[in-house]
């Protein structure tokens, strides 16, 4: 028979505990998304589209000024430049270019929020809030992120009692940012909504696909395309810091390229070095 004193304090906790704290104890209700999650090898870099190679064969549905915008990015990385790309000044690739899988992550369930946390240093964790709330009344007021504010719900879409589906929704995306190296460009106005539909293969546990819509005012359409994963059970994080080994220098509005010996140097063919007006000019 059981003390008195456990009975009380097992009611005592339960009457405490609220539904959704209890709802983190029943992990069987979740997929097993443990593990390390890598892009899945596809012949090429990373893309907005892993189905299609990169720059215009992604056929992005873009408007006519979007396309020149991006027809004039690949014309500038022809020449050495680096055309609408920013990520080369470390600044966060930001949603929804994050989840090409550049480095892999990892998915931490708790009652109200889903965590997606990535081993590359410039990517902050992606917190996806799935306990029912609406749209902050204030979102718009403030400052936008890179990762942007995402809601969630988990579905079990063959009623088996089992969550097998994680839906999301982002907006309030911080730029400048683009799909991929190649610069497809977003709209400036901010109004980006990004849609996921995260789902196991039903064959394969190790295998994960992102169903993923981009509705933006850059795009003739909703652009929906799907990027695929697979597991590492055997995990092991290492470090990678966008600042650490970077040679590029942004002086002004120029890139430059810091040379093995320490070396400033042109990024491009005939580029001008930059302006040392204020440097003490020294005798040849």
Not at 69 to 81: H, P
Request: glycine share 8%; hydrophobic share 30%.
């Amino acid at each position: 028979m059981l003390d008195r004193s456990l009975i009380t304090l097992v009611l005592a906790a339960a009457m405490w505990m609220s539904p959704a704290s209890a709802q983190i104890f029943d992990y069987g209700k979740y997929p097993d998304w443990s593990g390390q999650w890598r892009r899945v090898p596809d012949g090429g870099p990373p893309r907005f589209d892993p189905s299609k190679r990169d720059g215009l064969p992604q056929q992005a549905p873009l408007k006519p000024e979007y396309q020149a915008r991006l027809e004039a990015s690949l014309k500038d990385q022809e020449a050495g430049g680096q055309g609408d790309n920013p990520t080369y000044k470390c600044i966060p690739v930001g949603m929804p270019r994050m989840m090409s899988g550049v480095f892999p992550h990892e998915f931490v369930f708790t009652p109200s929020t889903t965590f997606i946390l990535f081993e590359f240093m410039i990517n902050s964790p992606r917190r996806i809030y799935t306990d029912g709330r609406d749209w902050p009344k204030n979102l718009k007021d403030q400052e936008p992120t890179y990762v942007g504010y995402s809601i969630g719900q988990w579905v079990d879409t063959d009623g088996d009692g089992r969550y097998d589906e994680l839906h999301a929704e982002t907006r309030h995306i911080r730029g400048p940012r683009t799909y991929d190296q190649p610069g497809i460009p977003f709209a400036d106005d901010g109004k980006t909504i990004i849609k996921e539909r995260f789902y196991s293969n039903k064959t394969n546990r190790d295998l994960m696909h992102v169903e993923m819509t981009s509705i933006d005012n850059a795009l003739t359409r909703p652009w929906t395309i799907t990027k695929n994963f697979r597991r590492d059970r055997e995990v092991i994080w290492s470090e990678n810091n966008c600042t650490e080994g970077n040679m590029h220098v942004v002086v002004g509005s120029e890139n430059y390229f810091l040379s093995a010996d320490g070396y400033l140097m042109p990024a491009r063919k005939d580029q001008l070095p930059p302006d040392l007006r204020y440097f003490k000019k020294t005798g040849n």
